[in-house]
Each structure stands twice: as structure tokens, then as C-alpha cells.
């Protein structure tokens, strides 16, 4: 009871904060974030970092397998294979917010440069008899770009069955990996977002997610490979419960969200 007024009471000083501040602009809420991914040296080491643990994961696997089954790994494709920074740069400076039209229009451009060692990653796997899986939340309709530009970046296996997108309203991604593990053993996960790996992270609120963190915490690194990403994903969902908000009623719940001391 105690620490759930205290977590009251900070939120209503935190709008209470908010209130003061003169002026507020969603469309720059990650600025910050979309500067670390396209300027500094620590988003691109951490990529790298990840990619380099995915192979010696991937080389330990390949050395002590003895399953009959062909092996596999299932990876995200925004911000874990392809960098979007330049969508996200672009919104900030023209003072919008995400918007699926102007989503869609870079997304056919097929312009989005590849992620620090991912090509390396997912070529040495698929010379090593690896099947690599795509499985992303992107349209059917952007299918097609999306193979383009994986193909012009490097990637293996860029085909459509390597390739899974979005079927219709349906953003859980566990009806398609279980579709792979039907034929293939998979022996890695890599993504940014937590729905990338288990179902148990599905549209789940923030303490539901973060307490399954800590359950699944052998995985990490061993199974699922995390890339970094600090301008969006599920997290934020998490934080309005899914509701459908505008810029400025999601802006007020971040900053309701905030934990001072």
C-alpha cells in the first residue's frame, strides 16, 4: 500500500512537472535516441558486440549439435538488421510523429543501411548450412522492398519463405516462428524487442514484461541475442497499455512515467 501511494504521488508531481514546462513537442521525444544510433561509437559497439556473441553462440552450436534436423535463427528485421534512423531523423526534423503513410514510403525506398556485423552474422550462418528466417512486422505490401533492400545489403537466403511479414491485423510473431520450428531446429533469436523471442512478452503491461525478463535471464545471450534501440518499440506500448493515443497524451504518460528521487 505504501509503495503504491508513493508511485501515486510521483506521478502526480511528474504532471505537475509537465504542467510547468512552457512548451512540448512529441515528434522530438527521441531525439536523443535517434542521435545515439546514427553518431555514437557505443550504439555501433554494442551491435557488433551482439552480432560477435551470436557467432561464437552459433560456433559452440554447430561444434556439440548432433540433431538430425536442419538448424536455424529467426531474426527481427527494424533496427536489428536494418538501421531506420534516417525514417525517424526525418519525422523529428519535419516536427511530426510516426505515420504509417511516410513509414511506407522509406520503406520503399529500400535505402536502410545494414546494422554493424549483421551481414557478416547471417552470412557465416548460411555457409554453414544455417537457415535464416526474417520475420518481421512489416506489410505484405512491403514485402517486396523489404527483399530489395535486404538483397542490396548483403543478406542470405533473401527469398519469400526466408522472408515473413505481417499477415493482416495479426503483430504477434509466435504463430510464424512456431511455423519455422515446425521443420527446423532454431538455435537463436536475435532481435531489439522482446516480442522478437517469446510470446510471453506479447502486449504485456511493463511490470508483466520486465518480471519475465528475469525469468527468461538464461536465455539472454545464449539464445536470444538483443539488439539496442532507444527510439521505440513494445516498451512504449507497454507504458499506455496498448491504448490508441495522440503525440501529446503519450508524451504526458512518459513523463508520468518518469522515477526521481
Not at 512548451?23 to 551491435?47: D, I, M, R
Not at 538430425?68 to 527481427?76: E, G, M, N, Y
Not at 525478463?213 to 539496442?228: H, R, T
Amino acid at each position: 500500500m505504501i509503495r503504491q501511494l508513493l508511485i501515486c504521488a510521483a506521478l502526480v508531481f511528474n504532471i505537475s512537472l509537465y504542467a510547468q514546462v512552457a512548451e512540448h513537442k512529441p515528434a522530438q521525444y527521441n531525439v536523443n535516441g535517434t542521435l545515439w544510433q546514427q553518431q555514437s561509437g557505443e550504439y555501433k559497439a554494442l551491435c557488433y558486440q551482439a552480432f560477435n556473441l551470436a557467432r561464437l553462440r552459433l560456433q559452440e552450436i554447430l561444434m556439440t549439435n548432433k540433431d538430425s534436423i536442419p538448424l536455424a535463427v529467426i531474426t527481427d528485421v527494424d533496427e536489428t538488421v536494418l538501421d531506420n534512423s534516417p525514417s525517424a531523423a526525418r519525422d523529428i526534423l519535419n516536427g511530426k510523429t510516426f505515420n504509417p503513410a511516410d513509414w511506407k514510403v522509406w520503406v520503399d525506398m529500400a535505402k536502410a543501411n545494414a546494422m554493424p556485423g549483421a551481414v557478416e552474422f547471417f552470412n557465416y550462418a548460411a555457409q554453414h548450412g544455417v537457415q535464416c528466417f526474417y520475420i518481421t512486422n512489416r506489410k505484405e505490401d512491403e514485402k517486396t522492398a523489404t527483399m530489395q533492400n535486404l538483397q542490396q545489403q548483403g543478406f542470405p537466403q533473401v527469398d519469400a519463405m526466408h522472408v515473413m511479414t505481417k499477415q493482416g491485423s495479426v503483430s504477434d510473431k509466435e504463430p510464424r516462428r512456431q511455423e519455422v520450428a515446425k521443420k527446423y531446429n532454431v538455435v537463436l533469436l536475435v532481435g531489439d524487442n522482446l516480442n522478437d523471442f517469446d510470446d510471453l512478452f506479447f502486449e504485456k503491461p511493463t511490470a508483466e514484461r520486465n518480471a519475465n525478463v528475469d525469468k527468461s535471464q538464461a536465455f539472454f545471450g545464449s539464445k536470444y541475442i538483443v539488439l539496442p534501440n532507444a527510439t521505440y518499440g513494445d516498451w512504449e506500448n507497454a507504458l499506455w497499455q496498448g491504448q490508441k493515443l495522440s503525440g501529446e497524451e503519450k508524451d504526458k504518460v512518459k513523463w508520468a512515467s518518469l522515477i526521481g528521487y
